[in-house]
């Protein structure tokens, strides 16, 4: 177990924190307590060089522009159409620093594209996306983009009577149909962003209306409505996962909270951008560091 | 197995469908797609004379009458401290005929009791209050207001690899910490109502902001927010649960539809106010229809 896992502090602490809740003892956890919460982009897989949900709805605008040509002049489907990602990146990137003049229009047109879509033919719509889709620079199916540590992670935590969620600032919909191929993860237990549902006609249609973004202080909320429960154990990688391993972090059970530390060029990306406060509160509140470079034997698997 | 359901033609349909679904042919539904949805009030507990949560808010109101004296001269906190319980149900009653002139007031009083309570407290004053209360005229706690033949039914279909939740118009907050000693389901297995809750010093807390109303449509909507499958077996008693079953029968799978029947003034309650619609369409659409005084030999069991 945890093979793809260096020999180092981070391993030790979650083996070590794994044998105390499940030994009879003073730090016993009950199995049904022993919920375990994951991040997606940048915590299970690769979120660099912008997010998968993001490629696929640049593909949908595309599609959109291709059918409407009057749209092909207004952004984001400008952007989409001529391939400007650098357009794209930029809007998320000037929206993390509070200037929205770009993601307003991008968030208006993410909403537009799911517009009365029965929830089929939406998961269909991102099973053939992934189908075909591949990585813009790892050269490999984003199926594959999945981290094979934080699968092991997973398997690892299951095998001693842990449930895994995961609990994302991604679109729940766009995960649930991978993330049980990838990660063992069936679609009742992904929490994420949504729009509005409507019933119609004996089908569940999504909408246009954004109802939650589960990001920041929205995760320990969108969990514990999910779950009921709160988490012994949450693993992210960014300022957006802080309150949900606080959450965590104040059980009355013990807990550990876990951060992947994005350094390694070479097998994946190198950054802390957006991570910033929450590397500083890791530090600070003994949460549990994970460097790609240093913790992980390998990335991506074979 | 169902040992508390008579031999006749609903229990047939149930162990007939189960049959089908479970064995190797046309019908075979792999486990991971038995997902089996149940409606709380009245398909799994007694809602009469008055749904179990509306007395634990009346109490609510009475304390909240007892703390600030000026509440006694307005509903609904004048009829909770006078004991006026003709008034609350006619409130509810009322509004089902399309008139909210007290439901209206009755329904700001219950999102005010919401208001800045966390999760733990909820959850321990609703314990609190299933310790002591007692069904009005059954003479038996609330805890033991559940349906036995229904619980079986949870059992059974479990053991052919079902998974259960409850999906109900009644607060999902409320149910949750009994589901598990009355029904074995798990709070991450409760959908229902909800107000909006909020994260604030590392805790969720409750609001008096409805968020979502978990009845009539609303219940395809939440039942595939939460679970990401349409169900193959679903199980209700009113009008409120009529989408959800037609959804269920929209499945590409075989399904069951089942619709419990208050006829029995002896051992429960003789009523179809409220369920008029649901046993036409079940006449209509095939649905099964449980007769509790004719299909279940016991109805609260010892």
Excluded at 69 to 83: F, V
Excluded at 100 to 128: K, M, N, R, Y
Aim: hydrophobic share 40%; charged share 25%; net charge negative.
């Amino acid at each position: 177990m945890l093979d793809t896992w260096t020999n180092g502090p981070a391993k030790s602490a979650i083996v070590d924190f794994v044998g105390r809740v499940t030994t009879e003892g003073p730090d016993y956890v009950e199995p049904d307590a022993r919920v375990a919460v994951f991040d997606n982009d940048g915590t299970l897989w690769c979120e660099k060089p912008m997010y998968v949900q993001l490629d696929f709805l640049i593909r949908r605008f595309r599609e959109q522009a291709e059918t409407d040509p009057a749209l092909r002049d207004t952004q984001p489907y400008k952007a989409a159409w001529t391939g400007d990602l650098a357009w794209l990146g930029g809007a998320v990137a000037k929206h993390y620093q509070g200037d929205d003049s770009d993601f307003a229009p991008l968030t208006a047109a993410i909403l537009a594209a799911h517009q009365e879509i029965s929830v089929d033919e939406h998961a269909a719509a991102i099973a053939e996306f992934f189908e075909a889709a591949r990585h813009p620079t790892l050269g490999r199916p984003y199926t594959e983009c999945g981290y094979s540590p934080m699968v092991d992670l997973l398997r690892y935590l299951e095998g001693h009577g842990f449930t895994c969620y995961i609990v994302s600032g991604g679109g729940r919909d766009f995960m649930r149909p991978i993330s049980g191929p990838m990660y063992g993860i069936p679609p009742e237990r992904v929490v994420g962003s949504t729009v509005s549902l409507v019933y119609r006609d004996a089908n569940v249609y999504t909408t246009a209306d954004l109802q939650f973004v589960d990001d920041g202080p929205g995760k320990p909320v969108r969990l514990w409505d999910r779950i009921g429960r709160r988490p012994v154990f949450a693993a992210g990688n960014s300022n957006g996962d802080i309150e949900m391993l606080e959450f965590t972090a104040s059980s009355a059970r013990p807990s550990l909270q876990l951060l992947i530390l994005h350094d390694d060029a070479e097998r994946e990306f190198d950054y802390t951008s957006g991570a910033e406060t929450a590397l500083q509160r890791a530090a600070n509140d003994g949460w549990i560091v994970a460097s790609i470079k240093n913790d992980w034997k390998t990335v991506f698997g074979a």
